[in-house]
């Protein structure tokens, strides 16, 4: 396996496995509440469907956009086997991750100090994770795309 394929599988195993987390964290945080068929129920859709809807827009144009970084990883430098999924990422995907997780830092804490009194964040959390797990699946894609070069 190439720099570049291996590069590919990283970042969509990133992806997914940042959104089975989320995706746990938020089911954590909902189930104690969660009594179909009541709001939560027609919440939880909504939060389904945001996500889906977020990976076919925003997070496939980011995934397109960091798969297009593909060229510049190496596939004679080893470096790039360790490291290959950053430079997909770029700058610009890198910051935009590293404000994502100050982002969930910020809304776990202000769910510890009280301040999700109907229970929201897990619905959120859960649209996120839906987003992620079904936009982590451009990057599987590419890799069938892409021969070993």
């Known amino acids: 396996m ?3 394929r291996f590069s590919l599988v990283l970042a969509g195993i990133i992806w997914l496995a940042v959104a089975l987390r989320i995706a746990s964290r938020g089911w954590h945080w909902i189930q104690p509440y969660f009594q179909p068929p009541q709001w939560q129920l027609a919440l939880l859709i909504v939060s389904v469907l ?3 809807l977020k990976a076919r827009t925003v997070l496939r144009k980011a995934s397109e956009r960091n798969i297009g970084n593909l060229n510049r990883v190496d596939n004679k430098n080893p470096l790039h086997f360790l490291f290959g999924w950053l430079i997909i990422y770029g700058k610009r995907g890198t910051v935009m991750i590293l404000i994502m997780i100050g982002l969930g830092i910020g809304l776990r804490h202000l769910r510890e100090i009280g301040y999700d009194p ?3 964040y897990g ?3 859960l649209g996120i994770a839906t987003g992620l797990a079904l936009s982590s699946l451009y990057y599987f894609e ?3 795309k892409h021969s070993e070069s």
């Open 142 to 144: 590419a890799v069938a």
């Open 118 to 120: 109907f229970n929201v």
């Open 123 to 125: 619905f959120i959390y």
């Open 2 to 4: 190439t720099a570049r």
């Open 50 to 52: 945001i996500g889906v």
